[in-house]
C-alpha cells in the first residue's frame, strides 16, 4: 500500500492574473494571499541578483568567454561534476536514510546521542574534512604509517580523485539528507505503519513498502542539497585534486582573474543544477503524503530492533567514527602537538560569538523567509510560483566566491549604506543556504493535509489567521530543521563571510582558514575544535526539541 | 504531528526573543561606528591575518591611527575591489603577490618616488603603482632521506631528467608557479618553457592544488622534490621541530627556478586616506617591520642591514635572477601556454 496518487489541487493565483501570465481564471479558484505571494517574489528578486551579474559579467568577455569555454573540455568537466554528484548523493542517501529510521523510529541505543552527533559533520568546513581525509589516508598517511609497522606496507593507492573526493564530500554532506529525513519521519502518520502491521505485514515488510516510501520527499529533498552542495563545493575538490565546475572557476578568479570566464563557468553550472531541481521535483512526484484519516494522529510507537541492536549500534558508531570522531581526534592532536612545542593557542570566544550571532540571524531570516514560498509554491502553483521555486536554489548552487561577488557589485553600487555591514552578511547567507530552509519545510508541509486548512475555512476563517494558526503550527519541525541546517552551514561559511562581513567582523571559519592558509595547524586546530564545540550546543537543542514520544 | 498551538510558541517563543534581542543589540553596534575621520585607514589585505596583524597593529599603536583590515585571498580581494570600483571602502591593498596588484592596476595611484626609493628596483611597479615589501623565494622542497642536495639538479631545468619520473610534485594552478614560468619565458624563450613544461609532464608530476601540501607530501616521502615557496618549511619545522623530514634547496645556478617574488602594497585612487596610506608603506619598509618579516614570517627583508631567521638560507646565498616585474607581466601568456600543453584546463 504506497502512497495514494491525488494531485494536489490546482490553484491559480491573483498575481497570475495580474502579471497576465494564468489562463481564464476558473470558477472556485482561490487566490493567493500577498503574505504569501509578497515574501515569495521578494525572494525570487533577492535569488536572481547573482544570475544578473554573472550574466553582466560573462558578457563584459565578450565571444571571448564563449571560445574559452569550448576550447576549456567543459564538456569532460560537466561529466567529471555529474559523476561526483551521482556517487555522493547516493552514498549519501544509503547512510542517512537507515540512520535516520534508526535514530527516529527505533529502539536503537543511545538514540538521542546519535541523533545529535551525527549532524555535526556538517559544521566541518570541507577544505579542513579533505586535508584530515588526506592526512589519515594519503599515500603516506597515517594509515599507511600503522599499516607499514604490521605488514610492512610502504604506499598505499591515491586517495585523490573521485573516490577520495566522494568520501570526503559524502562525510560532510551526509547530514542533509538525514535531517530532512528525520523531519519527514516525525511527520508521518504512524496509522498506516500500524494499519499495515495489522494486515499481518510484519515490521521489515511495512518498512520497506509503507515507511520508506513515505520517506521519498524527505529523501528527495536531502539529496538535491547534497547534490547541490556537491556542485558547490571547492574545498574538497582541490586539495583531492578532482577537477569539477567549481574547481574551473575558483582557478578562473584565483590564478587567472578572468572575472569574464569565471562567470561563463557558472552560468553553465548553474544550468546543471537547475536540471537536478527539477529531477527533485519529479522525484517527490504527486504523491500525497498527509494524513488521510480522521482522529487525531499519536506518536509512533518504537519498532523492536531485537538482535538487530547491537549491528545498528555499530552501523550509527561507524559513521560517527569516520564523519566526526577521525576529524576530531585529528583536531585534537594538531592543537595538543603545537601547544606542546610552545604556540600560544587563543580560545576565539569574539570569533564564536560572531559565528553564532551572524548564523543564528541568517537561520532565523531563511526560515521566515521560506515559510510563504513554501506555502505559496505548493498551493498555488502556476507559473510566478514555478519560477519563484526554481531561482531559490540559484544561491545555493552557485561557488560561493561567485555569490558574494555579485552582493559586492549590487552592495557597493545601490545599498551603499549597508554595504560591509551585518545585514548584509545576513542577506548573503540567506542567499546562499536558503534552499535548506526551503526543502526542510516543504518536507513536513507536504505531510499537513489541505482538508485542514479548507475545513478551517468552511469555519469562517481567513486564509491569513488559518496559515498562523493551523498551517504553521504543523510545520514546525520541518522550521527547526531548515533553521538548524541553514545555521551550520552559516557558520562554516567562508568566501562571503570574508568578503562581505563588517571589516574586522572575525568569525571561526575565517581564523581557521587564516591559520589553515599558511600551514599554522595547531593555531588552525582550536578554532575547529570550537567551531564543533559551539555548533553542538544549539543542534542539540533542535534535536532534543523534537517531539517526544510515549508520553 | 500533535504539535498544537501552544507547543509551537513555546518552541519558538527562544529563537525569536534571541533573534530580537540580538537585532537590538545589532543596532546598538552600528551606531557606534562611525570614524572615518582623518585617523583612518582602511586596508584589504591579500597577506594572511596570522602573518601581519601583529605589524599591522604596530603601526596603528605607533601612528595613533585607526585601521580597519579586511582579510581575504588576494585574489578574490582583487576581483572585490574590481567590483566595488569607484566606491570601494578601501585605502590600501596589501597584496600576496604582483599578480594581485597587477589586476587592479588601474585603480592605483602612483605612489611618490620617496616611498617607491625605499625597495630595490627589481621589487617595485615598472610604473610606480605599487611597491614591494617584503621578499619570497621559490625553492625545490626534497625528502631528506630519498635525496641529498648534491642528488638536485644546478638548474630547475634539470628536473625533466628522466630519472625525477613519479618523484615530482607540483602545483600548476598556484601564481607563484605560475610567475616562475612567466620568469622562464621571460629568460628562457617560450620554447624551451613549453619544452621544460612538456619535460615535466612526461615525468608524471603529481599535482597539487598549493604548496603547503607538497610540503608535507615531501615530507612523508610521497613525492621526492616539490616546488614551492621557501617559507612554509619554516612552518612545518616550528610546529614539528628538525626531525621534520623535508628541506628547501634554491638552485645553486640560479635561474627562474630560484626566483625571488614579492608581496606587495599599493594605493587606491579613491582612497580617502592617502597620507596615512603613504605612512603605512613607509613603515612597511622600515627597519622595525622589515626585521619583523624576517623574524617572524620567515620572509626576506628587501632593506639593509635587518638579520634574518636562523634556519632561512640568507638571501645572499640564493642566485637570485633579479627577475623584474615588467618580466613578469605576462600572467595571461603564461596562463594560454598552460592550457596549450594541456596542463590546465
Known sequence: MGAMQTTVPQTGGLLRRMLGLGGVPHAGRRRAPAVLWLPSVAVAIAMVLPLVYLVERSLDGGGEVVGLLWRMRTAEIA????????????????????????????????????????????????????????????????????????????????????????????????????????????????????????????????????????????????????????????????????????????????????????????????????????????????????????????????????????????????????????????????????????????????????????????????????????????????????????????????????????????????????????????????????????????????????????????????????????????????????????????????????????????????????????????????????????????????????????? | MEVGFRSWSCALRLPFLLCASLLLAGAFVACGEDDSGPGSLTVYSGRSEELVAPIIEQFADAMGIQVDVRYAGTAALAATLLEEGGNSPADVFFAQDPGGLGAVEDLLEPLPQSVLDLAPEWARSPEGLWVGTSGRARTLVYNTENVTEADLPDDIGGLTDPKWKGRIGWAPTNGSFQAMVTAMRSRWGEDATRDWLEGIQANEPIVYPKNTPQVAAAAAGEIDVGMVNHYYLHRFLAEEGDSFKARNYHPRGGGPGALVMVAGVGILSTAGNKDNANRFIEFLLSLAAQQYFASQTFEYPLVEGVVTQRGLTPIEEINNPLITPREMADLEGTQALLRDVGITP
Not at chain 1, 397 to 423: D, E, H, K, N, S
Open chain 1, 79 to 551: 561529466f567529471r561534476s555529474a559523476a561526483l554528484v551521482a556517487v555522493v548523493t547516493v552514498a549519501s542517501a544509503l547512510i542517512a536514510a537507515p540512520l535516520a529510521w534508526l535514530t527516529v523510529r527505533t529502539d536503537l541505543p543511545l538514540r538521542r546521542f546519535w541523533s545529535v552527533v551525527t549532524v555535526l559533520p556538517l559544521v566541518i568546513p570541507s577544505y579542513v574534512g579533505a586535508f584530515l581525509v588526506v592526512v589519515a589516508l594519503g599515500p603516506r598517511g597515517m594509515l599507511q604509517g600503522f599499516l607499514e609497522s604490521l605488514f610492512g606496507i610502504e604506499r598505499l593507492p591515491d586517495i585523490s580523485g573521485l573516490w577520495g573526493a566522494a568520501l570526503t564530500i559524502t562525510l560532510l554532506s551526509f547530514p542533509y539528507t538525514l535531517l530532512s529525513v528525520r523531519a519527514g519521519l516525525w511527520g508521518q502518520d504512524p496509522a498506516l505503519d500500524e494499519m499495515s502491521r495489522s494486515l499481518g505485514l510484519g515490521q521489515w515488510k511495512t518498512l520497506w513498502r509503507v515507511t520508506l516510501p513515505q520517506m521519498r520527499p524527505s529523501i528527495a529533498a536531502g539529496s538535491l542539497l547534497v547534490a547541490l552542495y556537491t556542485l558547490s563545493d571547492f574545498g574538497a575538490v582541490s586539495l583531492l585534486r578532482y577537477e569539477t565546475f567549481t574547481w574551473a572557476i575558483y582557478l578562473q578568479y584565483e590564478t587567472a582573474f578572468n572575472r569574464a570566464l569565471a562567470a561563463g563557468l557558472s552560468l553553465v553550472m548553474i544550468a546543471a543544477a537547475l536540471s537536478l531541481v527539477v529531477l527533485e521535483a519529479q522525484a517527490r512526484g504527486r504523491s500525497r503524503y498527509y494524513r488521510a484519516a480522521t482522529g487525531a494522529a499519536r506518536p509512533a510507537s518504537l519498532v523492536q530492533l531485537g538482535p538487530w541492536r547491537w549491528p545498528a549500534f555499530a552501523f550509527a558508531a561507524a559513521v560517527t567514527a569516520l564523519s566526526l570522531g577521525m576529524p576530531l581526534a585529528l583536531l585534537a592532536y594538531w592543537a595538543v602537538r603545537g601547544i606542546a612545542a610552545g604556540e600560544t593557542v587563543e580560545l576565539l570566544w569574539g570569533n564564536a560569538l560572531n559565528s553564532v550571532y551572524a548564523s543564528g540571524l541568517a537561520a532565523v531570516v531563511a526560515v521566515l523567509a521560506a515559510v510563504p514560498v513554501v506555502v505559496f509554491t505548493l498551493r498555488y502553483p502556476g507559473r510566478v510560483s514555478w519560477v519563484v521555486e526554481r531561482l531559490a536554489y540559484t544561491g545555493f548552487a552557485l561557488p560561493g566566491i561567485a555569490v558574494a561577488l555579485a552582493l559586492i557589485f549590487f552592495g557597493a553600487r545601490f545599498a551603499t549604506p549597508l554595504y560591509q555591514t551585518l545585514a548584509l552578511l545576513v542577506f548573503a547567507y540567506v542567499v546562499l543556504f536558503f534552499p535548506q530552509a526551503l526543502g526542510a519545510i516543504r518536507s513536513t508541509y507536504l505531510q499537513v493535509s489541505p482538508r485542514l486548512s479548507e475545513s478551517a475555512m468552511s469555519l469562517g476563517k481567513s486564509t491569513t489567521s488559518i496559515l498562523w494558526r493551523v498551517t504553521l503550527p504543523l510545520m514546525v519541525p520541518g522550521m527547526l530543521a531548515g533553521g538548524a541546517l541553514v545555521f551550520l552551514t552559516a557558520m562554516k561559511e567562508l568566501p562571503a563571510t570574508l568578503l562581505l562581513s563588517p571589516i574586522g567582523f572575525g568569525t571561526l571559519a575565517t581564523s581557521i582558514w587564516a591559520a589553515a592558509e599558511e600551514a599554522f595547524f595547531a593555531r588552525a586546530a582550536v578554532p575547529a575544535l570550537l567551531l564543533v564545540a559551539v555548533s553542538a550546543v544549539p543542534t542539540a537543542f533542535l534535536i532534543l526539541r523534537e517531539p517526544r514520544r510515549g508520553q
